[in-house]
């Protein structure tokens, strides 16, 4: 059974930086491709950035291009997402996703993952 599970999250000012973690286990970590999403009051899921199970190909959201980098680590089971110059429109609950399939490759469609860790908070004050 896969589970996902994040860290990182918290309050940080405008300009500011986290790194968000996501710890996968319950099958082979490095034949999936992952994802984060995130989600607002009010509004629908997004997928903000995602990474091909080799790690050779990125997808980011315009939104989050150039201040956001997500990465993998297939020796520690975990993928992380560094986000920097933060500002209040990132704040939301963000998620890891794992792909329901192996060697994905169209990793910016939502449809392709369908696992999902329970979410961590993100808060951007001004």
């Known amino acids: 059974q896969v589970h996902l599970v994040e860290s990182g999250g918290g309050s940080v000012q405008a300009g500011g930086s986290l790194r968000l973690s996501c710890a996968a286990s319950?099958?082979?970590?490095?034949?999936?491709?992952m994802g984060w999403f995130r989600q607002a009051p009010g509004r629908e899921r997004e997928l903000v950035a995602a990474?091909?199970?080799?790690?050779?190909?990125?997808y980011y959201a315009d939104s989050v291009k150039g201040r956001f980098t997500i990465s993998r680590d297939n020796a520690a089971n975990t993928v992380y997402l560094q986000m920097n110059s933060l500002n209040p429109e990132d704040t939301a609950v963000y998620f890891c996703?794992?792909?329901?399939?192996?060697?994905?490759?169209?990793?910016?469609?939502?449809?392709?993952?369908?696992?999902w860790g329970q979410g961590t908070q993100v808060t951007v004050s001004s």
């Open positions: 319950g099958r082979a970590f490095s034949l999936y491709a």
């Open positions: 990474i091909s199970w080799r790690g050779s190909s990125t």
């Open positions: 996703a794992q792909s329901t399939d192996p060697f994905s490759v169209l990793i910016n469609r939502e449809r392709v993952f369908g696992y």
